[in-house]
C-alpha cells in the first residue's frame, strides 16, 4: 500500500493539531469551571444548611406564638385548674390544628403528661425527652424526633397563668409536604431529603423534597457515613456536591440528617450553550483548516509532484517536459536544483551515446554507428545504389607490436584525416582495429572503384613521425548496393570479404566476388563438417610416393589429405583446404595432418621402410610461430628423427608473411627439418629472394612437367630450373609426372626425384607400406 500522501499528512497534521489545541483548551476550561463549581456548589450548600436550620427555628417560632395564644385562652387555664380533661383536650386539638401539629401534650409542671391528643391513656407518664423541657422555660425549646418512621418537629413551649401551670409539647410532622413548602418558601436546593440512620453507615430516608433523586439511598448504599462537609459523589449517573446537615435532636430521640444535594450537571447547564458554541467553532476551525490545509498542501505538493512526475519521465529518457517551478521558497530550490540535475544527465547521456557510437581514438562513428547510418538511408531509399568501402590498414598489427600503441593511434589519426578528405561529404566510420568504412551513397560501381584507388593513393603515402617511416599497407575492398546486399551488415561483411581478397592483390582494391567468399552458406557449412571431421578423426591420409631418380629407389612420400564427406563422396582438397585456409580452418587440419603423418612414420620405421614423409604447409602455417615447437614434440613423442620428416610450402605462402614465414621456417630448419618450395615456377618468386630462405629442395610445378615429352618450352624451363637450382644448392623434384618420356627428359637433366601418376598415385598408408615391402621393381 502506498503511504498517505504529502497532501493529506499536512492536512491531517493541520486537524491534529487544531482538535489537540481545542480539546486542551476545553478540557481546561471544563476544568476550571468545575472547580469553581464545586466551590460554588459547597457555599450554597452551606447556605442552604443553614437556611434549613432557620426555616425549622421559623417553625419552632410560628408554633411557639401559637401556643402562646393558648396560654391566654383563659378556657384552657380555667380548664387545668378544674381538671377538666375533656375540655383540655379539645382546646389542645383545636390549637393543634391551627398550628399544624399531628400531636398537642399537656405536661405539668413535674413533667408528665397530663394529656395527649394522640394516646389520652397516657396521663401521668413522664414525658419521653425531659432534657426538651429543662430549657423550655428560657427559650423555645423545640428538636425532631423520629417515631414510627417519620420525624416530628417537637416545640415545648411553658403555660403562665400568670405563674407557670404547665407546658405543652406540639409535634409537627416533618414530612414531604412540608419539606416542599419549605422548598417554596425558601432557597432550599431541589435535592433535600431527611434522613435516619439505621445500621452501621446506613440510612433511611424519612422525608424528601419536591424532586426525589435518592441522595441517600446512593450514598447509604456505599456503607459510609453521610458527609458533613461538601463532598462530592456520583448518584444515579449524575454528579452531585453533597452535605448531611444534623438537625437538634433531644436524648434518645434518634439522629436526623438534613441531605442537601448540589447538582454540578444542572449547575453545568448555563455553560451548555458556551459548550455547544465552542463545537460549532471546533467544527468550523475544523473546517476551515482543511481546507487550508489542503490548499497550502496543494501549493506545496502540485511542484513536488510535477517534478516527481517529470523525474519518471527522465527515467524513461524524456529530459523535455521539465516542469516551470519559480518559486521563492524549498520547493523553488528543489526545482532548480532538479533543473541542474536534468541538464547534467543530459549532458552526461549525450556524452554516453557518443562514447557508444564512436571510436575513441579517431573520433569517427563505430562500426554500430556505420551499421545502423547505412541501414537507414536504405531504409528510406528502398532500392539505391550505393557502395561501401572497407580500408584496412593492414600494417598495423606490426606497427603497435613494434612502436607501441600511442604511436599506433596517432597513426590511425592521421589516417583518419587523409580519409575524410578524400571521402568528402560522404560517411566516415572506424569499423574495427585495423578498418575504416566509407558510405557513398548513390554511387556506382566505376565511380566507387575510382574513389578507392584516390583512398589507395592517399594511404599510400607512409606515416611520418620523428625518424620513423611508417608504410600503412591500405587496401580497399567495395561491396555494392542493391548488388551485393541490401543491409549494412552484410555490406560489412562483404566489403570485408573483399578487402581480404585485395590485401593479396597487387591493385590493392578489390570489388566483392561472390564466388570468392569464404563466408557463403555452402562454404561455412562445408567447413563446419570439416571441423567435426577432424574431431572424429574422419579424415585419411594418403601418400604419394617419390621416386629418386639415381637408383629409382622410392625414398619419400608426399602426405596428401583425404575427406570423404559422408554422402557426397570425396571432395577435392583443392577446395576444402582453400577455403579452410581462409575460414581459418586450415590450423587444425594442419596439426591432424601432423601427428596422423608423424604416427605412420612411427609404423614405417617399425617396419624397416626407409622413407621420409613430406607434409604441406599453408600460408597461415607458415605464420604460426607455435608450430616448430608443436612439431618438435610430437617427433620426440615418437622418438622420431627430424630427418624423417619434410614440410613444404608454396612460394605464395611464404611471400605473404616474409618475417614470420623465415622465423618460423628457420626454427624448422634449425631442428634439422628439410623444407621443400612447392609449385616452384608457378609464382613470382625469384631465386634471389629465395635465397634468403632456409630452403633444401625445390619443387618443380606439374604444370611445368606434365607436357614435357611433347613441349619444347616446358623442357627449356625445366632443364633450366633444375640446372639453376643445383647450382644454389637445392635438391630438385619434379611433380606431374605422367609418362615415360618425361621422366626420361628429367633423368637426362640431372632431376633428382620424381613424383606423379606415374611412380605413383596418391594411396593410402597400407598401400604405401606394401609397395615399399615388395621387391623394386625397377623404373616403375
Ligand atoms: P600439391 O601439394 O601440389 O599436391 C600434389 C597434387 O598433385 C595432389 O593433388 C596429387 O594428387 C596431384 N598429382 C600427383 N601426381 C600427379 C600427376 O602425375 N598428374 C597430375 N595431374 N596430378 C598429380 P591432390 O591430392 O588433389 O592435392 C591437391 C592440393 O591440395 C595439393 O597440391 C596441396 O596443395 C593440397 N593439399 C593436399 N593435402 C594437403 C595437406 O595435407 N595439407 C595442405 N596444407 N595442403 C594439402
Ligand atoms: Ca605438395
Ligand atoms: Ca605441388
Not at 294 to 302: D, F, I, K, N, S
Amino acid at each position: 500500500m502506498r503511504a498517505p500522501g504529502f497532501r493529506s499528512r499536512l492536512a491531517l497534521f493541520f486537524v491534529a493539531s487544531l482538535v489537540l489545541v481545542q480539546g486542551l483548551t476545553a478540557l481546561l476550561t471544563y476544568g476550571i469551571a468545575h472547580r469553581q463549581l464545586v466551590a460554588e456548589g459547597g457555599r450554597q450548600l452551606s447556605v442552604n444548611a443553614g437556611a434549613f436550620v432557620a426555616q425549622m427555628n421559623d417553625l419552632s417560632i410560628r408554633v411557639a406564638n401559637g401556643v402562646q395564644i393558648l396560654s391566654l385562652d383563659y378556657g384552657l387555664r380555667s380548664a387545668i385548674g378544674a381538671r377538666d380533661k375533656e375540655t383540655v383536650l379539645s382546646v389542645l386539638r383545636n390549637h393543634g390544628r391551627r398550628v399544624g401539629a399531628a400531636r398537642m401534650q399537656l405536661l405539668g409542671l413535674d413533667g408528665r403528661v397530663q394529656a395527649d391528643t394522640l394516646a389520652p391513656a397516657s396521663d401521668g407518664e413522664p414525658f419521653a425527652f425531659p432534657d426538651l423541657l429543662a430549657s423550655a422555660y428560657d427559650r423555645r425549646s423545640a428538636a425532631v424526633i423520629v417515631s414510627e418512621g417519620k420525624a416530628y418537629w417537637l416545640v415545648v413551649v411553658p403555660i403562665y397563668a400568670p405563674q407557670p401551670v404547665g407546658l405543652v409539647v406540639a409535634s409537627i410532622p416533618v414530612d414531604d409536604a412540608l419539606l416542599a413548602h419549605m422548598q417554596e418558601l425558601s432557597a432550599l436546593p431541589r435535592d433535600v431529603e431527611l434522613a435516619t440512620p439505621v445500621g452501621e453507615g446506613r440510612y433511611a430516608v424519612i422525608a424528601r423534597g419536591s424532586h426525589d433523586s435518592g441522595l441517600t439511598e446512593s450514598l447509604s448504599a456505599r456503607g459510609e457515613p453521610l458527609p458533613s462537609t461538601p463532598t462530592l459523589a456520583a448518584i444515579g449517573g449524575r454528579e452531585y456536591l453533597v452535605l448531611a446537615q444534623l438537625l437538634r435532636q433531644p436524648k434518645g430521640g434518634g439522629a436526623v440528617y438534613a441531605v442537601l444535594g448540589y447538582s454540578l450537571d444542572d449547575a453545568l447547564r448555563p455553560y451548555l450553550p458556551v459548550w455547544n458554541a465552542w463545537l460549532a467553532v471546533l467544527m468550523v476551525g475544523l473546517a476551515g483548516g482543511f481546507l487550508v490545509a489542503w490548499l497550502v498542501a496543494r501549493g506545496v505538493a502540485r511542484p513536488v509532484e510535477a517534478l516527481a512526475g517529470s523525474a519518471r519521465r527522465i527515467a524513461a529518457g524524456d529530459y523535455d517536459d521539465v516542469p516551470d517551478v519559480r518559486r521563492g521558497d524549498e520547493v523553488g530550490d528543489l526545482a532548480i536544483a532538479f533543473h541542474t540535475m536534468t541538464d547534467a544527465i543530459r549532458e552526461r547521456e549525450r556524452r554516453i551515446l557518443h562514447q557508444a557510437s564512436h571510436d575513441g581514438v579517431t573520433g569517427l562513428p563505430n562500426r554500430a554507428a556505420a551499421e545502423s547510418a547505412v541501414d537507414d538511408d536504405l531504409a528510406t531509399t528502398p532500392g539505391m545504389q550505393g557502395a561501401l568501402l572497407i580500408v584496412g590498414v593492414n600494417r598495423l598489427p606490426e606497427i603497435v607490436k613494434t612502436v607501441g600503441h600511442a604511436l599506433a593511434d596517432r597513426l590511425m589519426r592521421e589516417a583518419a584525416v587523409r580519409l575524410g578528405q578524400v571521402a568528402g561529404t560522404h560517411f566516415v566510420a572506424r569499423a574495427t582495429d585495423t578498418q575504416f568504412a566509407v558510405w557513398l551513397r548513390d554511387t556506382g560501381r566505376m565511380e566507387a572503384i575510382d574513389t578507392a584507388f584516390r583512398i589507395m593513393d592517399a594511404l599510400g603515402l607512409p606515416y611520418l613521425e620523428a625518424d620513423i617511416r611508417m608504410d600503412l599497407g591500405p587496401a580497399v575492398g567495395i561491396a555494392l548496393t542493391p548488388g551485393h546486399g541490401e543491409r549494412a551488415a552484410i555490406l560489412l561483411r562483404r566489403a570485408e570479404v573483399a578487402e581480404f581478397a585485395a590485401v593479396g592483390s597487387t591493385r590493392g582494391v578489390d570489388v566483392y566476388d561472390p564466388e570468392a567468399d569464404p563466408h557463403r552458406p555452402e562454404r561455412l557449412s562445408l567447413m563446419g563438417e570439416l571441423r567435426a571431421a577432424i574431431e572424429a578423426d574422419a579424415l585419411e591420409l594418403w601418400y604419394q610416393p617419390k621416386r629418386r631418380m639415381a637408383d629409382g629407389v622410392i625414398d619419400s612420400a608426399e602426405a596428401l589429405v583425404r575427406w570423404h564427406r559422408p554422402g557426397r563422396g570425396a571432395v577435392s582438397p583443392e577446395l576444402f583446404v582453400a577455403v579452410a585456409e581462409e575460414t581459418g580452418t586450415i590450423g587444425r587440419l594442419t596439426r591432424w595432418v601432423l601427428a596422423r603423418a608423424i604416427r605412420e612414420m612411427t609404423a614405417l620405421a617399425a617396419a624397416g621402410i626407409d622413407v621420409t614423409v613430406a607434409v604441406n604447409l599453408s600460408a597461415r602455417d607458415v605464420g604460426d610461430s607455435e608450430l616448430a615447437g608443436r612439431v618438435e614434440a610430437l617427433l620426440r613423442a615418437h622418438s622420431l628423427p627430424a630427418q624423417a620428416l619434410s614440410l613444404e610450402v608454396t612460394e605464395s605462402a611464404v611471400i605473404h608473411e616474409p618475417a614470420a614465414a623465415l622465423q618460423v621456417l628457420g626454427q624448422l630448419a634449425d631442428m634439422g627439418i628439410d623444407v621443400a618450395i612447392d609449385d616452384f615456377g608457378s609464382g613470382q618468386a625469384s631465386f634471389a629472394y629465395l635465397r634468403r630462405l632456409p630452403v633444401t629442395e625445390l619443387k618443380i610445378d606439374r604444370m611445368f612437367v606434365q607436357h614435357l615429352a611433347t613441349d619444347e618450352t616446358d623442357r627449356v624451363i625445366v632443364q633450366s630450373l633444375v640446372e639453376l637450382g643445383h647450382r644454389l644448392g637445392y635438391r630438385v623434384t619434379a611433380e606431374g609426372v605422367e609418362d615415360e618420356g618425361s621422366l626420361a627428359f628429367l633423368a637426362e637433366v640431372g632431376c633428382d626425384h620424381a613424383q606423379g601418376y606415374l611412380v605413383g598415385r596418391p594411396m593410402p598408408f597400407a598401400d604405401l607400406v606394401a609397395r615399399c615391402m615388395a621387391p623394386a621393381s625397377g623404373d616403375s
